[in-house]
């Protein structure tokens, strides 16, 4: 979404006018708030708030999906160990690195 210079509104404005802000943010206006010329916070639809939460856990689902799959193909290519003995390893690692 584009905004345009009617959009962003300096804090003090924002202060004295936000019952008519908040009227054109639920008509679909996204507000960018400055504070001392620069960008502050933003006034959004709550509903839209809620949307775009949503979007974030689907995206993370999405990820964690991708992840779980890459370590599938890893297990399928012998590209994996078991844990046990990774653990192993490390720790013998470390106990050489704290004896050096």
Do not use: C, W
């Amino acid at each position: 979404m584009s905004f345009s210079t009617s959009d962003v509104v300096p804090f003090t404005q924002a202060r004295a006018r936000l019952s008519d802000l908040a009227d054109q943010v639920k008509a679909g206006a996204e507000k960018i708030i400055t504070k001392n010329g620069e960008s502050y916070v933003a006034l959004i639809d709550a509903d839209r708030l809620d949307y775009y939460h949503r979007l974030e856990r689907e995206h993370i689902h999405l990820l964690l999906i991708a992840d779980a799959q890459r370590g599938l193909a890893d297990i399928a290519a012998g590209r994996s160990v078991e844990a046990d003995g990774a653990i192993a390893k490390l720790q013998q690692r470390r106990a050489s690195q704290k004896r050096d």
